[in-house]
Nanobody
């Protein structure tokens, strides 16, 4: 079993920055790909950024150039640096990890952290 704990959300003015963190804990696991999703009120959850175990990254078009995903494999932690925030970035942000647990790949989710960007 892998447990994901997010932190770093909050209220910020447009143009500001926030850094989200997501730490994975458990036993007998190896994290493969980690992702950040977000869900705004009344909208479907969308994939924001992805980082593989080798460090390859991918971003949703609206956040390219503003958000940066990174990871610390020793700490089993993924980060999302969010700059030049816009009101439309307001959402609950979720961390998701695909982990190899013994012999199976399993997806895990964090509880979410609220990001609110005021205009």
């Amino acid at each position: 079993q892998v447990h994901l704990v997010e932190s770093g959300g909050g209220l910020v003015q447009a143009g500001g920055s926030l850094r989200l963190s997501c730490a994975a804990s458990g036993s007998r696991f190896s994290i493969a790909t980690m992702r950040w999703y977000r869900q705004a009120p009344g909208k479907q959850r969308e994939l924001v950024a992805t980082i593989t175990s080798g460090g390859t990254t991918n971003y949703e078009d609206s956040v390219k150039g503003r958000f940066t995903i990174s990871r610390d494999n020793v700490k089993n932690t993924v980060y999302l640096q969010m700059n030049s925030l816009k009101p439309e970035d307001t959402a609950i942000y979720y961390c998701q990890a695909t982990a190899l647990v013994t012999t199976d790949f399993v997806d895990y989710w964090g509880q979410g952290t609220q990001v609110t960007v005021s205009s």
